[in-house]
């Protein structure tokens, strides 16, 4: 089989991880990206086109939480905007811009942990467990992606 017949054939297969009106655009992403690392086994093509799929997701997830508008409350019981943490943390507004695309290809899970950090409050086990996980998996990503 040739390379471009099993990245067409994975990402015909992958598509209908996401809804009818974007198949398209993700089948011609996952392509790109597949043409863009040269993958040469069917293993890595479908991990590559499943980490796509969830990068869709992640980023469809970011924009049905339409802004960084979410009320939370610090010790004393104010009402702080998320916005204005990450505001009065920021320099100027190009860097404030860059936090919004970082804040794009993180899940909402640890977006919402480091709110609550930032505020002030104490986090609980389970959400400093899923940020510990969250870390070594992430740098398990690097690392394999830093090795290609």
Not at 13 to 35: F, N, S, W
């Amino acid at each position: 089989m040739l390379k471009w017949d099993m990245y067409s054939e994975v990402a015909e297969k992958m598509k209908r991880k996401v809804p009818d009106p974007e198949r398209q655009d993700i089948k011609q992403e996952i392509i790109t990206r597949l043409a863009e690392r040269d993958c040469q086994t069917e293993a890595l093509a479908y991990c590559i086109a499943n980490e796509t799929t969830v990068e869709y997701w992640r980023r469809e997830r970011y924009r049905q939480m339409d802004s960084l508008d979410w009320l939370i409350f610090d010790p004393e019981g104010n009402p702080l905007r998320v916005i204005d943490i990450l505001e009065a943390h920021e320099a100027n507004l190009d860097d404030l811009a860059f936090s919004k695309e970082l804040l794009a290809n993180l899940p909402v899970r640890v977006v919402k942990i480091a709110s609550r950090r930032l505020a002030g409050y104490p986090i609980s086990r389970a959400d400093a467990k899923y940020l510990e996980r969250w870390r070594i998996n992430s740098k398990t990503k690097q690392l394999r992606l830093a090795l290609k």
